[in-house]
């Protein structure tokens, strides 16, 4: 008798579990058929549109002007640095020289430093401000273009294969490639 009754329940959880499984497999299942019927699958290559933007050069050409007003900044400082630093060893190997003077020198070098290290973190702030700045409103004209291409062509999804975020590991040769629908769509082609 104990043993038909453990049997009982053992035949019972073996059930459940076996129950569990198939609603896991349905639930799994379920969003898989309405993916297949929902629409089609196309991926952009977003680098290669962004590329492809006439904005770019001028892009590229604000960003370096303000690199190179950034490196002559730095040399000005660099400059300052080894000149006071000149002024210091020569103190420093100069008897005459009071130790005050010393010390004044040697604050003073320290300030320079410390400026220098204001002044790149601020300039690399800067450098990150602007670049946002210029390419928000390129990224923005991507995305409407991309949705716009999205919803004319009833895509249910479109993945960005330039991007490692996507984890995108196969492409099946029936997605399409709405890369050249985008570029059209802004015009570049």
């Given amino acids: 008798m104990q043993l038909k009754r453990q049997y009982k329940i053992f035949n ?15 639930a799994a299942l379920v969003p898989m058929a309405i993916f297949a019927q929902s629409g089609k699958i196309a991926y952009i290559n977003s680098q290669e549109i962004f590329m492809a933007m006439p904005e770019v050069p001028d892009i590229e050409k604000q960003l370096n002007d303000k690199q190179e007003q950034v490196k ?6 660099q400059t300052e640095y080894n000149t ?3 002024e210091f060893s020569k103190a420093a190997n100069n008897t005459t020289v009071s130790d005050a003077v010393k010390q004044d020198q040697q604050k003073q070098l320290i300030q320079i ?3 220098y290290q204001q ?8 450098q990150q401000e602007l670049y946002q700045k210029l390419v928000a409103p390129v990224n923005k004209k991507i995305a409407d273009a991309i949705k716009a291409v999205g919803d004319e062509k009833g895509y249910a999804y479109i993945f960005d294969i330039a991007t490692q975020a996507s984890q995108i590991v196969y492409i099946h040769n029936t997605s399409e490639n709405a890369t050249p629908l985008v570029k059209t769509k802004l015009g570049l082609q």
């Fill in 84 to 86: 006071k630093l000149d």
């Fill in 72 to 77: 002559k900044n730095a040399e000005a400082l």
């Fill in 12 to 26: 019972n959880e073996h059930k459940f579990i076996m129950l569990k499984k198939l609603i896991i497999f349905i």
């Fill in 113 to 115: 430093q410390e400026r």
């Fill in 119 to 126: 002044f790149l973190q601020n300039s690399d702030k800067e």
